[in-house]
């Protein structure tokens, strides 16, 4: 199967995946939320946003894993390839065995000296914490096969997998409504488990169709694993570093508000991980190739793909994002029964930074697949590790929670000034040809299409028709702007060649040919 076939048909999978995840994810929180309130909710959103930004660092270990596996696969290196599973086994065996032991250490701290959590849910909350804890050691050794399946590209077992995971959780929120137990000690329970249950199907699934991925203890090169050691220990350090700046900012929110607005902070993150998700999904597609070409010496097939990567992750988060700024109020009230103060600043600001991120996003992949990471990694973390003496210093001087997301988005721009320098030195990529053909060509249909989109806004009353017709707005205009000022004309042949691809395969009689 030809590479850009490749990437479209998993792209398709993972965009399947989903939109049936987001909209049962999206009830599911409704579920929790009214089963849990809105204290017992912000405490959830508090205590495992551990384990949930370690999603973010599960994301991170499986890139730096998956780059040795795309890299020697695309090498056609069999025996390296199986080394190099078998060596990141142990590698995340031993970085799990770590986190646990730093997290339980961290926990006692937290709960004695730091978190502002009512004296009768104490309890609770250390036991969800020591669950949410083991469900972080299950996510961190699973790493080595999701890396195995990424690198073969498989996108469609891993929709599966992720819309069956959904469904679970859906499953979990519904029943949740009629326990009797402490229904936030019994939620956290079963999630633990279902974290075993991905890790054991991800593992026999791996077993029976990659025959690199069986484990053999004494199949490891010291030196590859020294030196995936030395990668991932800095892909962590990036990692940590978005870790310590959201869960570090939940902290101190509620150090100076209490638990109920980690319950606005919580909603805010789950709104903008949905709406980004068409975003990160084509990111992750699109990874496997990007870092192959680096593997098999194309450097400028390379840097062209990060390129594309951070302009169409930006419009894709564009089009979502763009209705959902506007009309968070209304969104926010058909999606949740109680709505917690500060969630519509929240989302909003949250939306307007993971936009900045997009923009970038790409030459993050660039940079990793080259392999030297060491200084990118600790100057990003210093960098995104600034927003907690910032955060703390604003809320100490009485200005309102939502300065410490203004301070967040501020933060992201000097963080994409600085990737762009990271790929220049790395990549050799002109700092000129990301402004034109990423820069100007996103920003310029993008903001069009936000100011078509606002007509609605000013001229119709709130509700769903006013919904749907920024929606539609967005969608027409944006397409239309894309079209005209957003795309090179290699870029303008490709996608209609995709375009025609996947309409001759719903129907051959549609595709009007070429005129020559």
Known sequence: MQAANRVVLNTGFLYGKMLISMFIALYATRLVLNALGVEDYGIFNLVSGIVAMLSFLNSSMTLSTQRYMSFFLGAGDEGKLKTAFNSSVWLHLVIGIVVVGLLEIAGIYLFNNVLNIPVERLPAAKIIFHFMTLSAFFVIISVPYDAIINTHENMFFVAILGILESVVRLSIAICLQYAAADKLILYCGVLVLLTVVLLIAKRVYCALHYKESKINIRDFDGKLLKEMFAYSGWGMVGASGVIAKTQGVAMILNVFFGTVINAAFGIANQVN????????????????????????????????????????????????????????????????????????????????ASLAYQLSAGLQMAVHAVGRIGTYQVIMSILLLLNLPGAYLL?????????????????????????????????????????????????VPVGFSALAALIPYYFMEEGFARLLCTGMITVATLTLFIRLMGLTPYEKEKLEGIIFKVIAKLHPRLVIPKAN
Not at 280 to 287: A, E, K
Request: aromatic share 12%.
């Open 395 to 443: 809320l100490k001087a009485g200005w309102p929670p939502a300065s410490v997301l203004v301070l967040s988005i501020f933060l992201e721009c000097v963080i994409t000034a600085y990737r762009i320098f990271a790929a220049k030195r790395h990549t050799g990529m002109s700092v000129g040809v990301f402004l034109q053909r990423v820069v100007w060509s996103a920003m």
């Open 273 to 352: 991980a949905q709406l980004s998700f068409f975003a990160v999904t084509m990111l992750q597609s699109l990874n496997p190739q990007l870092v192959k070409s680096e593997g098999s010496g194309n450097r400028e097939r390379m840097i062209m793909l990060s390129l594309m990567a951070c302009k169409f992750s930006f419009y894709l988060m564009a089009f979502f994002a763009i209705p959902a700024l506007i009309e968070m109020p209304f969104v926010l009230k058909l999606w949740l029964n109680t709505i917690p103060e500060h969630t519509v600043i929240f989302c909003r600001l949250i939306i307007i």
